[in-house]
């Protein structure tokens, strides 16, 4: 089949949709499932946070995609693998021993979407010319972050509807925060006394709405409730309570950072902010069975924000065990605003006791049918390009051969040093940015932030943001296509840049509007979108040659690297020079990349419109 008879629209969305929702299901929705279905916070993050191993190591056996078989063969395999793992999930999901069987098919799934984002990003590279590459790399990443919306929303609704339906009736609790209501407390627990066993039909019961001042309260009320209401839960077996565990300083800790924080502290002067004694108001919650368990049989209660307002949250009581020993007791949530908050709002919270293994079995099973889908659906649409071809020394002797010329081809790059710095750095300022941004806008104006309620976070980032992200990575494929790489880098690396001047401005200025919060925010996200173009344009450009696949897999560990590390200690200064030097040095980390553009050589003619390739 010849690659010019299928439209790229045909095959480019799906193929990069199918990217994003593996790696958003390993990564977040198992997190979700596992604690829906009782896992501990410490299993969870132990056991979870080793499934990205794959994604950073994968440019280890990325020659082997390069040097075996096609990549088109290794995106359809991948995707048979990854519905295969969907559906061992699913399977074993209702076993008494789903945590280690599933976390088997999640390390399956993250080598499988692993491999098939090197094999995805090879194909890209020999199915387009370097024009259509260059107009693409916007598009590709759109349908993307759709799979990740999908993967944390879509199948989350999916999940929480059978959890809804397969169970006793659920609970819906209004939450209303009024700024013109009195301030009521004490630590009190609510108390269902009316409750007898009857022959009426299970069910629990709980209030319909709760009203809570929007005036703030003692810390020490708040530690009080919290302490009483989480007490009260463990005691009548609701759920466990779990360990803390301390640890000691580390070496680094004792003779590095600790000693290079006094340092700074004493440079900059800046001492710990206090923010004052006191917190949101909070609100208790109660719930009851009316009637004794028929049956010798668990029922859970998973309780959480159905929708609303994001500054009205839950901080104590996500997930109740009701059985013959406790079903007489009542159970308990504590509700807090955000203190910041100083006007009405509302949300809805939402009680489901229905079949949770079901609910997730029946969702990762839909999930595996979508993957079988895709891997037929690519079977047959995705074109062959001539140059999708295995390596003659792809076997025998000849492959290990191969394997590691692979990476002595990479290093022997001609200006390496340049290809590292710009991979290394490129992303140096907003590395640290994009770890303290929100941390910033949602921090109290006490502490140098902008004090916006959670709620508002949520519109800036899940929609304004995402908005002009989305915008300006489209916009900067489209124009990349015209000129070229060459002719737009250094406006694509000065927009990247220049707009984190916005969070110096916010952090000096503090405005209270949220038109000018929002401004500033779209601004840089915008940039982000429009620059992070030019770097992925780059490592497509460096990738050129024999190993494409291999080698853009290997720039991308490079990519995660420069990411990590600067990532990794931005809190740390941060806290210790405060959020308006920080955001300056963030501006001051800019001048790296800059100084190494005039050094970096690209192609004029590389993702330029030549009809010639046509």
Same mark, same amino acid.
């Given at each position: ?496 840049? /220049?707009?984190?001047?916005? #969070?110096?401005?916010?952090? $000096? %200025?503090?405005? !209270?509007?949220?038109? +000018?919060? &929002? ?22 450009? /460096?990738?050129?040659?024999? #190993?494409?696949?291999?080698? $853009? %897999?290997?720039? !991308?560990?490079?990519? +995660?690297? &420069? ?52």
């Amino acid at each position: 089949m010849s690659e010019k008879k299928i439209n790229v629209w045909r095959w480019l969305p799906s193929l990069y949709y199918t990217e994003g929702i593996p790696y958003i299901i390993v990564m977040t929705l198992s997190v979700i499932m596992y604690k829906r279905l009782g896992i501990s916070n410490t299993d969870i993050a132990l056991y979870t946070s080793w499934l990205y191993l794959p994604w950073v190591i994968k440019p280890l056996w990325s020659p082997v995609v390069d040097i075996l078989k096609t990549k088109r063969y290794w995106i359809v395999l991948m995707q048979l693998l990854i519905g295969a793992g969907l559906a061992g999930v699913a399977f074993t999901i209702p076993t008494s021993s789903f945590f280690q069987y599933t976390l088997a098919f999640f390390w399956l799934l993250a080598f499988s979407s692993a491999t098939h984002d090197i094999a995805a990003d090879g194909f890209y590279m020999l199915a387009l010319n370097s024009n259509e590459q260059t107009f693409y790399v916007g598009i590709r990443s759109t349908f993307y972050r759709i799979a990740m919306l999908t993967g944390q929303g879509l199948i989350v609704i999916i999940a929480g509807h059978f959890e809804t339906t397969s169970g006793l009736e659920p609970l819906e609790i209004k939450v209303n925060a009024r700024n013109n209501i009195e301030l009521e407390h004490n630590i009190t627990l609510p108390e269902y006394t009316n409750v007898k066993s009857t022959t009426e039909e299970l069910k629990f019961i709980s209030v319909s709405e709760l009203n809570l001042s929007t005036e703030n309260i003692d810390k020490q009320i708040y530690d009080s409730l919290l302490a009483v209401v989480h007490n009260s839960n463990v005691q009548n077996n609701f759920y466990e309570k779990e360990e803390q565990i301390t640890q000691e300083p580390s070496w680094w800790q004792k003779n590095v950072s600790i000693k290079l924080k006094a340092i700074l502290k004493e440079r900059f002067n800046k001492e710990p902010v206090k923010t004052g004694n006191r917190v949101g108001n909070v609100g208790i919650v109660a719930f009851k069975l009316n009637r004794e368990i028929a049956k010798d049989k668990d029922i859970i209660l998973n309780f959480g924000q159905k929708d609303g307002d994001k500054s009205i949250m839950l901080v104590e009581g996500v997930r109740f065990v009701f059985n013959r020993e406790n079903q007489d007791k009542t159970a308990y949530a504590l509700i807090q605003l955000d203190p910041k908050l100083n006007s009405t709002k509302t949300a809805v919270f939402l009680g489901r006791s229905g079949n949770i293994t079901f609910a997730w079995t029946i969702s990762f099973g839909i999930l595996a049918i979508l993957f079988f889908a895709f891997f037929i659906y690519h079977k047959f649409m995705l074109p062959y390009p001539a140059s999708d071809v295995k390596h003659e020394n792809g076997e025998g002797r000849g492959f290990f051969k191969e394997f590691i010329h692979t990476f002595v081809l990479y290093f022997n790059k001609k200006e390496i040093w340049v290809i590292l710095g710009f991979l290394l750095l490129y992303r140096l300022s907003e590395s640290q940015l994009i770890k303290l941004a929100a941390p910033f806008l949602i921090d109290s104006r006490e502490a140098g932030g902008l004090g916006i309620t959670t709620g508002d976070l949520g519109l800036l980032y899940g929609t304004i943001g995402m908005i002009a992200l989305t915008l300006g990575g489209i916009l900067g494929g489209i124009l990349a296509a015209r000129k070229g790489l060459k002719y737009w880098l250094w406006l694509m690396v000065l927009i990247m840049n /220049i707009p984190h001047l916005a #969070y110096v401005y916010l952090s $000096f %200025a503090m405005p !209270t509007s949220l038109i +000018a919060i &929002g401004t500033a925010v779209a601004i840089e996200q915008f940039g982000y979108g429009f620059g992070f173009t030019a770097y992925m344009l780059y490592m497509i450009y /460096i990738s050129e040659g024999k #190993y494409k696949t291999a080698h $853009f %897999a290997i720039s !991308t560990g490079f990519m +995660a690297l &420069g990411m990590m590390l600067p990532g990794m200690l931005s809190g740390w200064l941060q806290e210790i020079i405060g959020y308006q030097n920080f955001f300056v040095w963030v501006l001051i980390c800019t001048l790296p990349i800059m100084a190494i553009i005039p050094f970096v050589k690209v192609d004029s003619k590389f993702g330029v419109n030549d009809k010639s390739e046509k």
